[in-house]
């Protein structure tokens, strides 16, 4: 007869098959905090994805040319599409997305605070699609070996959309820079706005963040934040200097010793406010998701009701 | 109609992290019995880690003949891939 594990067994198991790089799928047992840890994850970035089709949203209608509008328009679609593959995925966890949608709107599930910035011109598009989506990047092509199967799945296919979202964002900058003082000031000055926000996307420091150690541990998070924040630095570097563009930050410069770029410190205190809701746009945003989602129920509620006619009038022809 | 069993699609995962992939189909009884057989028929090799069955009755399937209509709005958005910008040498690993 076998003999029913014990929960520091099944955790046992559960960490051995983690070292071993195998991932976990729907239907294994996890512990608990695991799952939670996960949904959190996985939420939030969901949550992200949509709430991030409201900066650039606002510029489709005032793209400078019809083909920068349709090249908009795609990669505002495509975060949408984002959204719904990550929700996919945490559904499997056993939570529903109406679960998630309540949590987002009370406050108890959050996004990216990056998302909270006003887009005022139209260079932030091109700030926005190179270094908010550059480091989203940098952060999804590590998380596609995360543990969880279907966020890793998730993940790979995301991340192939991507690529050609920081492309379109990092050509808008080009051309600006390409083009009159005044385009040049508004590439400078979208940069200059969007640098330390974006910097922050990578969240606190690995000493101060509360989830780094165990999400490390359980591989759901395969780079701390501050591993992350470097390799964005580092790679952001170059892209500004080909196209003359400087980053705002006085204590940049590279490090021979250490192979990699010094930075300056992230302003914490407005990071904490921002995340705490007193951002720029964070009303702002809310609003607007919810009032899409109640101005949409009379198109969910139709679709109801025609699917019980077709049931009704099948039924009908059945007797 | 024939007095066939149920007709089940089966889907494999060959490894942990790896999506199910279709590999075939059988006759079963019930869903229980159609698990069994796929692993007897399926899965002689260790080619699974993981098996789903589902009737073939609940697929919904586009038809490739709707292939104009269904698809035919992508082919002329070529600004959709990453090879649609082009950017200086040094920076173009992006
Ligand atoms: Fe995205
Ligand atoms: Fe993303
Ligand atoms: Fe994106």
């Given at each position: 007869?076998?003999?029913?594990?014990?929960?520091?067994?099944?955790?046992?198991?559960?960490?051995?098959?983690?070292?071993?790089?195998?991932?976990?799928?729907?239907?294994?047992?996890?512990?608990?905090?695991?799952?939670?840890?996960?949904?959190?994850?996985?939420?939030?970035?969901?949550?992200?994805?949509?709430?991030?089709?409201?900066?650039?949203?606002?510029?489709?209608?005032?793209?400078?040319?019809?083909?920068?509008?349709?090249?908009?328009?795609?990669?505002?679609?495509?975060?949408?599409?984002?959204?719904?593959?990550?929700?996919?995925?945490?559904?499997?966890?056993?939570?529903?997305?109406?679960?998630?949608?309540?949590?987002?709107?009370?406050?108890?599930?959050?996004?990216?605070?990056?998302?909270?910035?006003?887009?005022?011109?139209?260079?932030?598009?091109?700030?926005?699609?190179?270094?908010?989506?550059?480091?989203?990047?940098?952060?999804?092509?590590?998380?596609?070996?995360?543990?969880?199967?279907?966020?890793s799945r998730g993940m790979v296919r995301i991340c192939k959309e991507e690529s050609f979202h920081q492309r379109q964002g990092y050509h808008i900058m080009m051309?600006?820079?390409?083009?009159?003082?005044?385009?040049?000031?508004?590439?400078?000055?979208?940069?200059?706005?969007?640098?330390?926000?974006?910097?922050?996307?990578?969240?606190?420091?690995?000493?101060?963040?509360?989830?780094?150690?165990?999400?490390?541990?359980?591989?759901?998070?395969?780079?701390?934040?501050?591993?992350?924040?470097?390799?964005?630095?580092?790679?952001?570097?170059?892209?500004?200097?080909?196209?003359?563009?400087?980053?705002?930050?006085?204590?940049?410069?590279?490090?021979?010793?250490?192979?990699?770029?010094?930075?300056?410190?992230?302003?914490?205190?407005?990071?904490?406010?921002?995340?705490?809701?007193?951002?720029?746009?964070?009303?702002?945003?809310?609003?607007?998701?919810?009032?899409?989602?109640?101005?949409?129920?009379?198109?969910?509620?139709?679709?109801?009701?025609?699917?019980?006619?077709?049931?009704?009038?099948?039924?009908?022809?059945?007797? | 109609?024939?007095?066939?069993?149920?007709?089940?699609?089966?889907?494999?995962?060959?490894?942990?992290?790896?999506?199910?992939?279709?590999?075939?189909?059988?006759?079963?009884?019930?869903?229980?019995?159609?698990?069994?057989?796929?692993?007897?028929?399926?899965?002689?090799?260790?080619?699974?880690?993981?098996?789903?069955?589902?009737?073939?009755?609940?697929?919904?399937?586009?038809?490739?003949?709707?292939?104009?209509?269904?698809?035919?709005?992508?082919?002329?958005?070529?600004?959709?891939?990453?090879?649609?910008?082009?950017?200086?040498?040094?920076?173009?690993?992006?």
């Open positions: 007869m076998t003999r029913v594990l014990t929960e520091a067994e099944l955790e046992e198991k559960f960490q051995a098959r983690i070292d071993a790089e195998e991932k976990i799928e729907p239907k294994d047992w996890m512990p608990d905090k695991y799952r939670k840890n996960v949904l959190r994850q996985m939420s939030q970035h969901a949550h992200s994805e949509v709430i991030g089709m409201q900066p650039e949203g606002n510029w489709i209608t005032r793209a400078p040319t019809l083909h920068r509008k349709c090249i908009l328009l795609a990669k505002v679609q495509d975060e949408g599409g984002h959204g719904l593959y990550l929700y996919s995925a945490a559904e499997t966890l056993g939570t529903s997305r109406e679960e998630m949608n309540d949590a987002l709107h009370d406050g108890r599930a959050k996004y990216a605070s990056i998302f909270n910035y006003p887009t005022v011109t139209w260079a932030d598009m091109g700030a926005i699609g190179w270094l908010v989506d550059g480091a989203a990047i940098v952060n999804q092509v590590s998380l596609q070996r995360t543990s969880y199967g279907p966020y051309v600006l820079m390409r083009g009159s003082d005044e385009q040049k000031n508004m590439a400078q000055d979208a940069l200059n706005r969007f640098w330390w926000p974006s910097m922050m996307m990578f969240g606190p420091h690995d000493t101060e963040s509360a989830h780094t150690a165990q999400s490390m541990k359980w591989k759901i998070k395969r780079q701390t934040n501050d591993e992350l924040r470097q390799k964005f630095v580092d790679q952001s570097v170059k892209q500004a200097e080909v196209i003359g563009l400087k980053i705002p930050d006085p204590d940049l410069k590279w490090n021979e010793e250490r192979g990699h770029y010094d930075f300056g410190e992230i302003d914490w205190e407005e990071f904490k406010q921002v995340v705490n809701g007193n951002g720029l746009c964070n009303r702002q945003r809310m609003a607007h998701h919810i009032k899409a989602q109640e101005e949409g129920k009379w198109v969910r509620d139709a679709i109801t009701a025609y699917e019980e006619k077709k049931r009704q009038r099948a039924d009908q022809a059945a007797a | 109609m024939s007095d066939h069993m149920k007709l089940y699609e089966v889907f494999l995962r060959s490894k942990r992290g790896l999506d199910h992939k279709h590999v075939g189909s059988l006759h079963a009884e019930d869903a229980q019995q159609a698990l069994e057989y796929a692993r007897d028929v399926y899965t002689r090799r260790s080619e699974g880690v993981s098996i789903w069955v589902v009737n073939s009755s609940d697929i919904v399937a586009s038809q490739e003949d709707d292939c104009e209509s269904f698809y035919d709005p992508h082919d002329d958005k070529p600004y959709r891939h990453a090879t649609h910008y082009q950017l200086p040498d040094e920076v173009n690993n992006m």
